[in-house]
């Protein structure tokens, strides 16, 4: 036995893999010039055969000819000789294997991939043999805990600390070696009684499947420009919207966030920003359903993202895909035992800095020199000292609770989970909380049907309070840090203290004075269907929904603010339905023959979505009502204003194509076709079309790389592609349209368009490479890219017209940019590994034309009665800074000086506004991210930096808290003020109700730059002896800090900033004012507590 | 196999009836809730809609889109640069106004320009739809009444722009919507001369005196009527670059007799006399904020001050300050009628401070004096406005008595004994302060001062509180304002004024 030599198919099997291949594209060929086959089986083969007194081993040979089935079976074996007649016609391989051994004494087992094992029914033949062996790494080191199962059975073990093992198999078992790490490996036994083997390190990246467009590929083959978070990198972390999981995880992608408050959203930037008026934010597809607001679902839930970056990957979502795809995969249930995963945490937050203000004593001494001697007494210092930002900025506290119950059989999979999280931000009322409930089941009905859905419920509320301003506008932060230490908390009569020179609320004023609530319902579910039919063909059915109900109620109270005394209360809501669904159909079709592999996918798809709003509002509300509730005080309320609706419909039906072919996995090949038909452009303008291709050259498989021994991986990739935008748009923005007042039915013109409103188209080329090193230990992957935007749309403020703005197809933009990751395994040691993954992102970001003759822009970025912080203009990026260029103070009068272009430096009034230059820019050099695992025994720590280089910030707060002109109280930074002539100080003098000392000029433009250790997590894995003795499946606790550690050389209180990035901003508003400060919410740091357990 | 048959059949039936059926209905998605705005060429719209379309213009001029153009601008651009009011508040494009340091990035003559040229814009989008209705319910006089409507509003507000800023574009169609470039270029239109300006106003306002109803017939004296027209008329000729007084003379009689002093002062201002006999053109805003529209005078609400009395406008400092200069008046002439109905003063010790006023006896403007519920109805044009232009146009053609007997008529109402005159400039000076004190903080002191000739050296001498110079050292080409920059930025075919 022991010397029979083993046949496959009569051929040697240390070439079997490459043979078989070979003899697929033989037999491929045969069969179409033939034409022999009429009929398919369940895998697409159905075997005709005509013999006369042939010897089994023959007909084998002509069942491999005509089909994929392949025979293993011991040469030896008698039974095979045996001559037997046949006739069969168009049968399955059972019927004619059932009728060719019938009788021979043979027996067969038909395995996965085709394989048919034959057997003898003797014993003798067939006995079981005794395999032993060694299991050995990369440097020939045991593996201890190796897997070994015979295939097709439950039969295994594992190896010893020696990485020996021994089993009992049958002598024509085939044997899989697998262990996590390493590649899994299979040998067939052969009758040997000693088998070694060597397992290799696992390829995982390079063999780790990406999850693409309508599909997904395996990270070798691609050609795109994709980057991956996994639920690895989301664990452990207060996520609460998920995009946050990609802030400095994934090159290409800047994730900022708006402001601290809860619940706040997020701005994603992609490869920078391609549109001046239209959305800049990705497109996102969770579980197939595309979307643009990912924020009721909960990070546990998610399994792995896969950001599609440049226009060859993302290009089959066409004119949605310009600022990139973020496709979201959530957890499913995975066949095998049931799982129930437990994780929590809790922990508290602050701000991340503190900012000193003037004490009532140094408040009295800048008001006296303000405004006069006596303006405020002695005995008004000695009654009040109230440090407000220790009032507003308090202590917030955020938890979360998910379980997720998971599991299933080969037929039926589920994952159901439920989740609470719940955050209460530094300041007063803001809160947010989310309850979501997510379920994903999939069965597989018979061999061609399988169905899945996934569901996900979800309800939010969010309370706001107001940020983002003034204190003349009640902005809560500005009102902390400017309203005089001696205002009290309140009145005698019980209303909010009022500053007695303006009549501005103390911050109490924002966080009672009124309530603004939101609430969010929302269903997402869809349905699929995967039929698999014929050879190598896959439709998919699926149908989704995504319902949203939104409620907003608004509330001033009628007395304890004068905007409420005055209006006598004000109460609104709004009310909103969004339903939208998706029926999509795509049929993918996959062959392999030789080496040469080739997939194709064609697609259809239907989009409508259909908005619904109504607003109701009343105002005067009687103040002995203002306790109650808030329909309540509605019904009291004795104005109300006429009701008003909302109806915004869109629809977009797209048909879509993909071809993928590659050769031998060395050289890759991948081409989309998009057509989009939208609802959103006239008719003539409707359909667009978005070609892309790529290719990749997978250099390490050429034969002479072979020598080059440190490389184990080296692909270069390259893509063109075109993709449009439509996100940002209204649903009507082509039509000229009036409204009708729906009091008194006046109509009265609202809007005005251009007839050829169309897409904005990108163009993007993108030249990639992979590579790995030394054993892997390395891997690299740089990218470079153009990316050119046509036909921008630009909502340009008409000079002399009925609108405010008309919105355009009249810019371009560009942005070029390289990426880089590097993943390095530092020390790889039984008890201590140390991994470090570190990615750096470029970006120049370029308005190359706004339209017509027309070079720039103000009007973005307010900075309340001082204009405009931020200008759009051509030949520049986008968050561009303009103004006047600050030169000192002057020692003789204490008056801010400002550069002219021909008297030097000025005082203001002598200035003339052609003085004003770009004095600064929100565009980073670049961003990056690094994260770093150290794990020794059951400890991990994970060290996760992040930071932005070379970006500026419009400090407007400092405009405010440094402005010298009124009885806002100030900064201490005022301390050094101007007050003597010859005072040398770069802190003007006061200047009474001027704003000369702080027009917007260099004097607010500040270093933005930061390093921030975003995440540091302590996790220690309980040691599973233990937890198996009650139970447990595993168990973590892991303490937590986020944003503990910043390096800045920023004034304000944080970095992170973005006061006209909020979602509420108008679209252009928000894509160029970047990188202003104007009292935002500021970040917080926090420390958590958390405890993962699997059961 | 069978089973496989049948499956590739469904799924390439289903995928055929999905694909073929139902895309139109998915892209054909038209507005519900707006509508879109008829292309005047190719149909017509209703009766209806046209009337609904002139109410529209009204609603926009003195609606919640346009007030602060509509009032309270005319009130800081006539009385706050002038010596009627100081800028008040603590608003420094306000304040720049006041104290003439003002340049092209002041925000408050940016949102003037938009604020003008987008009502202007509305009408030129109307108009044609209104012009090419062809529905039979709409009589011609009645069109031609509504294209007369809306055709003054234009004109007026072109009228108030060329007073503030002189040259200006002249736009008089809509924008050509063809594609993205017409429309910019559409746009995109130089200054014309002054003349050309008022020659188009003119224009405009010759087909509404021939074409609007008279005074009897209007409903309410929001509505534009001859009256309106012709007091309008009466203006600009005296406004224009070369006045021609016979003009002024002939319009003002136009107007005169359709109107009638009320009998009380205090009956103007107490909102229970809207729509009254003295009215020319009013904005109204009947129950304010109670009305069905929901639209209230809010401009009250940033000017009548403290929690104190009857006033609930908020502690705060308001705007538009009365001068000492103006209080000195009324009260050297006695006139405390209408002084105490244009100002209140009150207490506001521990409060804010002025350089200008004592703490204890503050002055706020309280002529329109109901910020709660947004009642004020705001006079545009008032009877005595136009009386007193008749005045100056006597005075011009020498009939002083005649002049002076327009003047003392209306000291009459306010119980102030007459006044009796020398030269025709000593004249022309009672009639001046007249107009100062009958017509404060309605938005004409600045442009009478301008057109007078008087704006440099009634400035240069303006005091402050304690008697001390403001110093405003106006220079000439201060009389006509910069050229907002962001309009220059937006149109880079428009020049600046010289000076700025």
């Known amino acids: 036995?022991?010397?029979?030599?083993?046949?496959?198919?009569?051929?040697?099997?240390?070439?079997?893999?490459?043979?078989?291949?070979?003899?697929?594209?033989?037999?491929?060929?045969?069969?179409?010039?033939?034409?022999?086959?009429?009929?398919?089986?369940?895998?697409?083969?159905?075997?005709?055969?005509?013999?006369?007194?042939?010897?089994?081993?023959?007909?084998?040979?002509?069942?491999?000819?005509?089909?994929?089935?392949?025979?293993?079976?011991?040469?030896?074996?008698?039974?095979?000789?045996?001559?037997?007649?046949?006739?069969?016609?168009?049968?399955?391989?059972?019927?004619?294997?059932?009728?060719?051994?019938?009788?021979?004494?043979?027996?067969?087992?038909?395995?996965?991939?085709?394989?048919?094992?034959?057997?003898?029914?003797?014993?003798?033949?067939?006995?079981?043999?005794?395999?032993?062996?060694?299991?050995?790494?990369?440097?020939?080191?045991?593996?201890?805990?190796?897997?070994?199962?015979?295939?097709?059975?439950?039969?295994?073990?594992?190896?010893?600390?020696?990485?020996?093992?021994?089993?009992?198999?049958?002598?024509?078992?085939?044997?899989?070696?697998?262990?996590?790490?390493?590649?899994?490996?299979?040998?067939?036994?052969?009758?040997?009684?000693?088998?070694?083997?060597?397992?290799?390190?696992?390829?995982?990246?390079?063999?780790?499947?990406?999850?693409?467009?309508?599909?997904?590929?395996?990270?070798?083959?691609?050609?795109?420009?994709?980057?991956?978070?996994?639920?690895?990198?989301?664990?452990?972390?207060?996520?609460?919207?998920?995009?946050?999981?990609?802030?400095?995880?994934?090159?290409?992608?800047?994730?900022?966030?708006?402001?601290?408050?809860?619940?706040?959203?997020?701005?994603?930037?992609?490869?920078?920003?391609?549109?001046?008026?239209?959305?800049?934010?990705?497109?996102?597809?969770?579980?197939?359903?595309?979307?643009?607001?990912?924020?009721?679902?909960?990070?546990?839930?998610?399994?792995?993202?896969?950001?599609?970056?440049?226009?060859?990957?993302?290009?089959?979502?066409?004119?949605?895909?310009?600022?990139?795809?973020?496709?979201?995969?959530?957890?499913?249930?995975?066949?095998?035992?049931?799982?129930?995963?437990?994780?929590?945490?809790?922990?508290?937050?602050?701000?991340?800095?503190?900012?000193?203000?003037?004490?009532?004593?140094?408040?009295?001494?800048?008001?006296?020199e303000v405004f006069g001697p006596g303006t405020i007494s002695d005995s008004l210092v000695a009654a009040t000292n109230i440090n407000w930002p220790d009032e507003v900025f308090r202590t917030g506290n955020q938890q979360s609770y998910q379980v997720a119950f998971s599991g299933g059989s080969d037929k039926i999979q589920h994952y159901l989970s439920l989740g609470y999280l719940n955050q209460v931000g530094a300041i007063r009322p803001a809160t947010f909380d989310r309850i979501n409930a997510r379920l994903n089941l999939s069965s597989k009905l018979n061999s061609w049907l399988s169905i899945s859905t996934a569901t996900t419920v979800s309800r939010s509320n969010t309370s706001d309070v107001t940020d983002n301003n003034s204190v003349a506008r009640g902005g809560v932060v500005l009102s902390a840090l400017t309203t005089p230490p001696t205002v009290p908390k309140y009145a005698s009569d019980g209303t909010i203290g009022q500053n007695p020179q303006t009549g501005w609320e103390n911050p109490l004023g924002a966080i009672e004075g009124s309530t603004n609530k939101f609430r969010e319902d929302r269903i997402v579910s869809n349905i699929g269907a995967d039929i698999r039919f014929l050879k190598g063909f896959l439709f998919q059915s699926r149908f989704g929904i995504d319902y949203k109900n939104n409620g907003n109620q608004f509330f001033i109270d009628p007395w304890l603010t004068q905007n409420g005394r005055n209006n006598q209360g004000n109460l609104s809501q709004q009310t909103s339905t969004t339903l939208a669904w998706l029926s999509e159909q795509t049929l993918n079709y996959s062959k392999s023959f030789n080496q040469h592999n080739f997939s194709a996918l064609a697609g259809w798809s239907a989009q409508e979505s259909d908005y619904d709003q109504t607003n109701i509002a009343a105002s005067k509300l009687d103040t002995q009502y203002r306790f109650q509730k808030w329909d309540e005080m509605f019904s009291r309320a004795q104005i109300k204003t006429a009701p008003s609706k909302t109806v915004d419909q869109w629809g977009l039906v797209s048909y879509f194509g993909r071809i993928n072919y590659n050769f031998a996995g060395r050289y890759l090949f991948q081409a989309n076709l998009r057509v989009d038909k939208s609802s959103k452009f006239a008719p003539d303008n409707r359909t667009a079309v978005f070609p892309s291709f790529s290719a990749g050259w997978r250099i390490s498989d050429e034969a002479f790389m072979n020598k080059v021994d440190f490389v184990q991986d080296l692909k270069l990739r390259a893509g063109w592609g075109r993709n449009g935008n439509q996100e940002g748009i209204g649903s009507y923005e082509y039509l000229s349209l009036s409204n009708i007042n729906n009091a008194t039915g006046d109509i009265s013109p609202a809007t005005i368009a251009p007839a050829d409103l169309r897409w904005e188209t990108t163009t993007q080329?993108?030249?990639?490479?992979?590579?790995?090193?030394?054993?892997?230990?390395?891997?690299?992957?740089?990218?470079?890219?153009?990316?050119?935007?046509?036909?921008?749309?630009?909502?340009?403020?008409?000079?002399?017209?009925?609108?405010?703005?008309?919105?355009?197809?009249?810019?371009?933009?560009?942005?070029?940019?390289?990426?880089?990751?590097?993943?390095?395994?530092?020390?790889?040691?039984?008890?201590?590994?140390?991994?470090?993954?570190?990615?750096?992102?470029?970006?120049?970001?370029?308005?190359?034309?706004?339209?017509?003759?027309?070079?720039?822009?103000?009007?973005?970025?307010?900075?309340?009665?001082?204009?405009?912080?931020?200008?759009?203009?051509?030949?520049?990026?986008?968050?561009?800074?303009?103004?006047?260029?600050?030169?000192?103070?002057?020692?003789?009068?204490?008056?801010?000086?400002?550069?002219?272009?021909?008297?030097?430096?000025?005082?203001?009034?002598?200035?003339?506004?052609?003085?004003?230059?770009?004095?600064?820019?929100?565009?980073?050099?670049?961003?990056?991210?690094?994260?770093?695992?150290?794990?020794?025994?059951?400890?991990?720590?994970?060290?996760?930096?992040?930071?932005?280089?070379?970006?500026?910030?419009?400090?407007?707060?400092?405009?405010?808290?440094?402005?010298?002109?009124?009885?806002?109280?100030?900064?201490?930074?005022?301390?050094?003020?101007?007050?003597?002539?010859?005072?040398?100080?770069?802190?003007?003098?006061?200047?009474?109700?001027?704003?000369?000392?702080?027009?917007?000029?260099?004097?607010?433009?500040?270093?933005?730059?930061?390093?921030?250790?975003?995440?540091?997590?302590?996790?220690?894995?309980?040691?599973?002896?233990?937890?198996?003795?009650?139970?447990?499946?595993?168990?973590?606790?892991?303490?937590?800090?986020?944003?503990?550690?910043?390096?800045?050389?920023?004034?304000?209180?944080?970095?992170?900033?973005?006061?006209?990035?909020?979602?509420?901003?108008?679209?252009?508003?928000?894509?160029?004012?970047?990188?202003?400060?104007?009292?935002?919410?500021?970040?917080?740091?926090?420390?958590?507590?958390?405890?993962?357990?699997?059961? | 196999m069978k089973t496989n048959k049948r499956t590739g059949i469904l799924v390439t039936s289903a995928t055929l009836l999905l694909i073929l059926g139902g895309c139109s209905k998915i892209l054909d998605k038209k507005p519900v809730t707006q509508v879109i705005t008829p292309d005047a060429t190719s149909a017509s719209i209703s009766a209806t809609d046209a009337e609904n379309l002139v109410s529209g213009l009204y609603t926009s001029y003195r609606g919640y889109d346009f007030m602060t153009w509509s009032i309270f601008d005319k009130i800081i651009n006539g009385d706050a640069i002038s010596d009627n009011c100081y800028a008040g508040g603590d608003n420094s494009a306000n304040i720049t106004l006041d104290n003439f340091t003002f340049n092209s990035l002041n925000s408050n003559l940016d949102r003037d320009w938009s604020q003008a040229y987008q009502m202007i814009g509305r009408i030129n989008i109307a108009l044609p739809q209104i012009e090419a209705c062809t529905d039979p319910a709409l009589s011609a006089t009645r069109k031609n009444q509504m294209v007369g409507e809306a055709r003054f509003l234009r004109a007026f507000n072109y009228f108030d722009l060329t007073r503030l800023f002189g040259k200006l574009p002249i736009v008089l169609a809509p924008p050509d919507l063809a594609n993205a470039e017409t429309l910019l270029n559409s746009t995109l239109v130089p200054r014309s001369s002054v003349d050309s300006v008022y020659l188009a106003i003119l224009d405009d306002l010759w087909f509404a005196k021939n074409n609007v109803m008279d005074v009897s017939a209007a409903a309410s004296k929001l509505i534009i009527t001859k009256g309106t027209v012709n007091a309008t008329l009466a203006k600009i000729y005296a406004t224009q670059p070369n006045p021609n007084w016979d003009s002024v003379k002939y319009y003002s009689d136009q107007v005169i007799p359709n109107y009638s002093l009320l009998p009380q002062f205090s009956e103007l201002w107490d909102n229970a006399h809207k729509n009254n006999s003295e009215a020319i053109w009013e904005l109204t805003y009947g129950d304010g904020y109670s009305s069905p529209d929901g639209i209230g005078d809010w401009i009250p609400s940033i000017h009548v001050g403290g929690s104190i009395g009857n006033y609930e406008g908020g502690g705060w400092k308001k705007f538009n300050l009365p001068s000492n200069d103006l209080i000195n008046l009324w009260q050297s002439e006695g006139d405390n009628i209408r002084l105490n109905n244009s100002v209140t003063f009150l207490d506001i010790t521990g409060q804010f401070s002025d350089p200008n006023w004592p703490s204890n006896h503050y002055p706020f403007l309280t002529k329109f004096n109901d910020p709660a519920n947004g009642l004020n109805d705001f006079y545009v044009l008032r009877l005595p406005d136009i009386m007193l232009l008749k005045a100056e146009a006597l005075v011009k053609a020498n009939d002083l008595n005649g002049a002076l007997a327009i003047v003392n008529e209306i000291r009459a109402r306010v119980s102030l004994g007459p006044k009796s005159g020398g030269s025709a400039d000593e004249v022309d000076k009672i009639i001046a302060d007249e107009r100062r004190m009958e017509l404060a903080f309605e938005g004409h002191r600045w442009f009478d001062l301008v057109r007078t000739g008087k704006a440099i050296e009634v400035m240069n001498a303006e005091k402050g509180g304690s008697g001390n110079n403001l110093n405003y050292n106006v220079q000439p080409f201060r009389l006509i304002m910069p050229v907002p920059q962001n309009q220059i930025d937006l149109n880079p075919r428009l020049d600046q004024n010289p000076g700025y």
């Open chain 1, 765 to 1095: 080329t993108n030249i990639g490479v992979d590579a790995s090193f030394w054993e892997r230990r390395i891997t690299v992957s740089a990218d470079f890219y153009v990316k050119k935007t046509s036909d921008v749309l630009v909502r340009i403020p008409l000079s002399g017209q009925i609108v405010p703005s008309v919105l355009l197809n009249s810019g371009d933009m560009q942005n070029v940019g390289e990426e880089f990751v590097i993943s390095s395994k530092n020390i790889v040691k039984k008890d201590l590994t140390w991994t470090t993954d570190f990615n750096i992102s470029f970006n120049k970001n370029k308005v190359t034309s706004i339209g017509n003759d027309l070079s720039f822009l103000s009007g973005f970025g307010e900075i309340y009665e001082r204009g405009f912080a931020v200008a759009l203009a051509k030949g520049y990026g986008l968050g561009q800074f303009y103004g006047y260029t600050a030169a000192g103070v002057d020692p003789q009068t204490g008056q801010q000086l400002y550069l002219t272009k021909d008297k030097g430096a000025v005082p203001y009034s002598e200035t003339s506004p052609s003085d004003r230059s770009f004095i600064g820019s929100a565009q980073p050099d670049f961003v990056y991210g690094m994260t770093n695992v150290v794990t020794y025994k059951n400890f991990d720590l994970t060290v996760f930096l992040q930071g932005s280089q070379g970006n500026d910030i419009f400090n407007g707060a400092r405009v405010e808290t440094e402005g010298m002109k009124d009885s806002r109280n100030q900064s201490t930074a005022i301390l050094n003020r101007w007050r003597n002539p010859g005072d040398i100080t770069d802190i003007p003098g006061v200047s009474l109700a001027s704003n000369d000392n702080t027009v917007i000029s260099t004097r607010f433009v500040e270093n933005g730059s930061y390093l921030r250790f975003k995440t540091i997590t302590l996790a220690y894995r309980i040691n599973q002896k233990w937890l198996d003795k009650i139970g447990i499946a595993g168990a973590s606790v892991y303490v937590s800090g986020q944003n503990v550690i910043t390096v800045t050389k920023y004034k304000g209180f944080d970095p992170e900033v973005s006061t006209y990035g909020g979602v509420s901003n108008t679209t252009d508003n928000r894509n160029v004012s970047l990188g202003v400060d104007y009292g935002a919410y500021p970040q917080s740091k926090t420390f958590l507590f958390g405890i993962n357990l699997s059961l």
């Open chain 1, 1 to 368: 036995m022991r010397k029979s030599v083993p046949h496959v198919g009569g051929f040697q099997s240390r070439s079997l893999l490459k043979i078989l291949l070979i003899m697929k594209l033989a037999i491929f060929l045969i069969l179409i010039s033939a034409l022999q086959v009429h009929a398919f089986d369940a895998n697409g083969q159905s075997i005709s055969i005509n013999a006369k007194q042939t010897e089994i081993r023959k007909v084998l040979t002509d069942i491999e000819r005509q089909s994929n089935y392949r025979f293993l079976y011991n040469y030896d074996l008698k039974g095979l000789r045996k001559k037997v007649d046949l006739n069969a016609e168009k049968l399955s391989i059972n019927d004619v294997l059932s009728q060719v051994f019938d009788n021979s004494g043979l027996t067969y087992k038909i395995l996965d991939n085709n394989l048919v094992v034959v057997l003898s029914q003797n014993e003798d033949e067939n006995k079981e043999i005794r395999v032993t062996g060694k299991v050995t790494g990369d440097n020939d080191e045991p593996l201890a805990g190796v897997s070994v199962l015979e295939k097709g059975t439950s039969n295994g073990t594992f190896t010893d600390n020696g990485g020996t093992y021994s089993l009992t198999v049958g002598n024509s078992a085939i044997l899989v070696f697998s262990s996590i790490g390493f590649d899994n490996r299979e040998m067939p036994v052969n009758g040997q009684s000693v088998v070694n083997i060597k397992l290799t390190a696992a390829t995982k990246q390079l063999d780790q499947v990406v999850v693409v467009g309508y599909g997904s590929q395996r990270k070798k083959d691609l050609t795109g420009a994709v980057s991956v978070v996994t639920s690895a990198d989301i664990a452990n972390r207060p996520i609460v919207n998920p995009g946050e999981a990609l802030q400095g995880k994934a090159a290409g992608v800047q994730v900022t966030s708006v402001s601290g408050k809860p619940g706040a959203g997020l701005s994603l930037r992609i490869r920078g920003s391609s549109s001046i008026s239209a959305g800049n934010e990705p497109l996102y597809v969770v579980d197939g359903i595309p979307m643009t607001d990912i924020s009721s679902y909960s990070a546990n839930d998610i399994e792995s993202i896969s950001v599609l970056k440049d226009a060859a990957s993302a290009s089959i979502y066409g004119t949605r895909a310009a600022n990139g795809v973020v496709v979201i995969t959530t957890k499913k249930g995975k066949a095998g035992k049931s799982r129930i995963d437990f994780n929590t945490y809790f922990g508290s937050s602050t701000l991340t800095k503190k900012l000193d203000v003037l004490d009532s004593r140094q408040y009295q001494d800048y008001m006296n």
